[in-house]
């Protein structure tokens, strides 16, 4: 049975992760911090916080659960 959740982007920016990975891989940064510094995303509800540093951590950009903040 395919999951009804599917979450690969910032919502508020429209940005996708994948494109997330792409500038972090191009730049080295390897916080939300130092990711915003070269893309902006994630700075109105911030929901996508946990996705992003998950995917800066294993590369994932898709995503089919809910994460917290953690």
């Known amino acids: ?3 009804a959740v599917c979450i690969d982007r910032c919502i508020c920016s429209k940005v996708p992760f994948t494109e ?3 500038a972090a891989e191009r ?3 390897d916080t ?3 990711l915003q510094a070269v893309r902006e995303f994630g ?3 911030r ?3 946990p996705y992003v540093r998950r995917m ?3 590369g994932t950009t898709e995503f089919h659960e809910i994460l917290r903040d953690e």
């Open 43 to 45: 700075v109105n509800c």
């Open 56 to 58: 800066l951590r294993d």
């Open 20 to 22: 997330l990975k792409e």
């Open 47 to 49: 929901l996508c916080h």
């Open 1 to 3: 049975m395919a999951s």
């Open 27 to 29: 730049t080295g940064a």
């Open 32 to 34: 939300i911090e130092s």
